[in-house]
């Protein structure tokens, strides 16, 4: 009878009891749960591990003479990236992104910020607004900016009309229009972070401060903006790691004349069939961005990115 | 619920996967009387009308399928074997590699008659000395557009774009080769030299010039020019097209240092599957009436000597080779690993060059 009732327990486990033993680990394995989830780890180990082990593989072959790669191990293409007309365009990148940023945060986080204040209507009013952008291909809503900035575009044609300027202001194809396009393309990414970190913020702590004596400014620095920062900061991630990726808006609005890392990637990869060179500034460009999570990580003590889970 | 739905985009993904690698149509034995015709090209090679009636006159199907880059044909056709396709267009440096890897077969040129139309000055190029396996297609001309009411100096050669009265005013083509040949061009190099010391001193030459550009792009650099973005520009022959029939007022000129052309032609893959239904569409195309419309339809400098008179005198200027053109012509070719290395380090320094000034 004992037996029994042991024997019975080690075949079928309380479902509540730990598992274990390999035979358990094996069941798992193929339970009904596990099956469903396998096509996703599947679709990630052959559509993200895949092409970027294949990257890194990429980077340390040589270029042949013609096209193709010569299956032959090199460190050249990582030491040609030392070479300062290379060297510069990652430091053109990270002053873009840097500019970028910054303009992103001035506008995007008083934005988000009263954002959060306003009544539950208007939220989604402005959260509606916000969205529409996002319905139209970005490359379409570029060509927008050039229709104002071109020469006798838009603008030149209010600010003519209106007199303050008497000859067509060359915008097009300077760096201002990159900076311009660059904040466009990303202040909604800073705006929906500082927005949902904004509306979680307890206002009675606000209300606390004030009825202590606080200045409304004492209060919101002490108070609000404290409580703040952690989406600020995930708005800043989410604005700088995408700007040094972004080429396309260097090419359209800065007439190519802005070289990011984004662009000398594309330009190698595509008409200079350099592979290897392209792929080791693709690994370097990954390397970079990822030092700059975990930096944010560190500083802000978060594990996941305000507004994006 | 969530899970299930995962599980069924990703299997739709997959299926849709496996459809894509079935795109080009699968070979078929029609014995002598081939019913159809694989076409290999880019978008939009040849006017709708003009397959319609090669359809009509032959019974032969046309099948058209495309590629973007000459380099993805390239890889499709070695993985067929040189099978596949029947009939493919596509640039001149890519065909000396087709060649020299036997994807192509010699073509029977007694099934092609309207063979003696071609313009000589396109054939016997460097990729098919003999003319054995290529017939030319659009070519591809190097001029220089610009408006003459807004260029105060007469333009004539590549040299006159670093004129100063030009200051932030020229837009050229992002392609290297052709902007650093253009600089080679002024110092009396060839496109296709080896020698490394020259392209640095092109690179230093472009250097100059940065200060007159204003924009350096692929796409639509004729729409820069006809609004007044640009006043001078170096571009593709379509696009030269495109702005000359939008303004005729527009000159454009053949600089004096030397002329650059490219020509797309047409080859039979090796174990093309219907060889006679393409060399029946070469000898239709080749026909001067139907060369005429091609070319007015595609805006690139016509091939077909015997079409150049057929071109309505809209198009002529900017299509045909001026009377009596005998001038240095030369292709640019796929240049060694070093020469190419040096080419993207001077033209990636020019281009920053370009965003400083």
């Not at chain 1, 303009?103 to 009013?125: I, N, T």
């Amino acid at each position: 009878m004992d037996a029994e009732i042991k024997a019975s327990s080690t075949a079928a486990p309380d479902p509540g009891e730990k598992p274990q033993g390999r035979k358990f680990a094996f069941r798992k394995l193929f339970s009904a749960a596990t099956i469903s989830v396998m096509p996703i780890y599947a679709f990630t180990l052959l559509f993200v591990v895949g092409p970027l082990v294949y990257m890194v593989v990429l980077s340390f072959l040589t270029r042949a003479e013609t096209w193709g790669v010569i299956k032959e191990f090199t460190w050249s293409n990582y030491k040609k990236i030392l070479e300062p007309v290379y060297l510069k365009t990652f430091y053109e990148s990270l002053k873009l992104a840097l500019i970028t940023t910054f303009f992103a945060a001035l506008v995007g986080y008083p934005f988000g910020y009263f954002m959060a204040r306003l009544s539950a209507v208007w939220k989604r009013r402005m959260m509606l607004l916000l969205m529409i952008p996002f319905w139209t291909s970005s490359l379409i809503r570029l060509y927008g900016w050039i229709i104002i900035f071109r020469a006798n575009g838009v603008l030149d044609k209010i600010l003519m009309g209106l007199g303050i300027i008497a000859s067509p202001l060359k915008l097009l194809y300077t760096y201002s229009a990159v900076v311009v396009g660059m904040i466009y393309a990303l202040l909604p990414f800073m705006i929906f972070a500082v927005y949902s970190s904004a509306e979680k913020l307890d206002w009675q702590l606000v209300e606390a401060a004030r009825d202590l004596g606080a200045t409304p400014w004492q209060a919101f620095i002490t108070v609000s903006f404290r409580l703040t920062i952690p989406g600020l900061l995930s708005g800043v991630v989410l604005t700088f790691i995408p700007s040094m990726g972004l080429f396309f808006i260097a090419d359209i609005l800065g007439g190519n004349k802005v070289i990011l890392v984004g662009n000398l990637i594309q330009e190698q990869l595509m008409k200079a069939r350099n592979w290897p060179f392209a792929a080791a500034l693709s690994v370097v460009l990954l390397i970079l961005t990822s030092l700059m999570i975990a930096l944010y990580r560190k500083v802000s003590g978060v594990k996941d990115l305000e507004g994006l889970v | 619920m969530k899970k299930l739905l995962g599980c069924a985009i990703v299997l739709a993904l997959l299926v849709s996967l496996a459809a894509c690698q079935k795109a080009p149509a699968t070979p078929s034995a029609d014995g002598l009387q081939d019913k159809e015709l694989n076409l290999f090209t880019w978008e939009g090679m040849f006017p709708e009308e003009v397959l319609a009636r090669f359809e009509d006159e032959t019974g032969i199907k046309v099948n058209y399928s495309t590629f973007d880059f000459n380099e993805t044909m390239l890889a499709k056709l070695e993985a067929s074997g040189g099978g596949d396709y029947d009939l493919v267009i596509a640039d001149d440096y890519i065909l000396e590699a087709v060649i020299s890897k036997g994807l192509a077969q010699k073509l029977d040129l007694s099934k092609i008659p309207n063979i003696g139309n071609v313009n000589p000055i396109y054939q016997g190029q460097f990729y098919d000395p003999n003319d054995e396996y290529t017939v030319p297609y659009g070519a591809g001309v190097l001029t220089i557009v610009y408006n003459p009411d807004a260029v105060p100096i007469e333009i004539e050669a590549y040299a006159d774009l670093w004129d100063p009265s030009l200051k932030d005013s020229v837009g050229i083509i992002a392609n290297y080769r052709v902007i650093n040949g253009m600089a080679l061009k002024v110092l009396g190099e060839s496109f296709n030299t080896e020698d490394l010391g020259a392209i640095e001193a092109a690179g230093r030459k472009l250097l100059d010039l940065a200060p007159n550009i204003r924009v350096i792009k692929d796409d639509n650099l004729q729409d820069d020019l006809l609004s007044g973005e640009i006043d001078a520009a170096i571009m593709y022959t379509s696009q030269v097209t495109m702005a000359k029939l939008a303004n005729p007022d527009l000159k454009v000129v053949f600089p004096k240092e030397g002329i650059g052309f490219g020509v797309m032609a047409k080859f039979i893959p090796s174990k093309a599957p219907h060889p006679d239904a393409a060399h029946k569409f070469i000898n239709f195309i080749l026909d001067p009436e139907v060369s005429a419309e091609c070319f007015e339809w595609l805006g690139y400098y016509c091939t077909n000597k015997a079409a150049d008179e057929l071109i309505s005198e809209e198009y002529r200027d900017f299509l045909t080779l001026p009377e009596g053109f005998n001038e240095d012509m030369e292709m640019i070719r796929v240049v060694g690993a070093d020469a190419e290395e040096v080419h993207t380090r001077i033209w990636t320094e020019f281009k920053a060059a370009c965003g400083q000034s």
